[in-house]
């Protein structure tokens, strides 16, 4: 496995997901929240962050990806949909793990509001400086990071690396796209 430089502590996280937490609290009190969160990197954020908010709502997933394997880039962006909620009249947060160059969150947010949501907001642990392509400000976010190739707290490379409660940035000299 390449090595991985530490950018972020579990404690850095573990802080920021509290804040994320209180914030979205504050946001939603009344309303009827239903967080969806993306598949797969952002399901250690959505276990950490439901325990932070302290109202009732409901979880959904979507299963949406632009990279697969071991490639470093981001390809066509495809959306599984077999587990779509019905958001119809409700309060949406859409969850990630990354904003990269947009396109994942924005074609989302379109589609929430296809089905009906009262309001889409979206919440990303991570924004990379310098690769969006789509407009689009999250409206919580994590931390904004440098346009490196992170792993770790959900995000992987060719499947690995989800398991650290760190977020990484891994060797580029052992990191390569593949076709």
Do not use: W
Not at 119 to 134: I, M, N
Request: a negative charge; aromatic letters at 6%; hydrophobic letters at 40%.
């Amino acid at each position: 496995m390449p090595a991985v430089n530490i950018l972020l502590t579990e404690a850095q996280i573990e802080e920021r997901v509290r804040q994320l937490g209180r914030e979205i609290e504050s946001d939603y009190q009344g309303k009827p929240l239903t967080i969806v969160a993306v598949l797969t990197g952002s399901l250690i954020l959505l276990a950490d962050l439901v325990r932070q908010i302290h109202l009732p709502l409901r979880v959904a997933l979507l299963q949406a990806s632009s990279y697969k394997g071991a490639t470093t880039s981001a390809g066509a962006l495809i959306i599984n949909e077999a587990f779509a909620p019905d958001v119809a009249g409700r309060d949406v947060l859409l969850l990630d793990d990354i904003l990269d160059t947009g396109h994942t969150l924005g074609t989302l947010v379109h589609r929430m509001h296809e089905r009906g949501a009262a309001s889409v907001r979206t919440a990303v642990l991570l924004r990379k400086v310098g690769r969006q392509e789509v407009h689009l400000e999250p409206d919580y976010c994590g931390f904004v990071i440098p346009d490196a190739f992170v792993v770790g707290y959900g995000l992987d490379y060719n499947d690995d690396y989800r398991h650290l409660p760190h977020v990484g940035v891994l060797d580029e000299s052992q990191v390569r796209d593949h076709p």
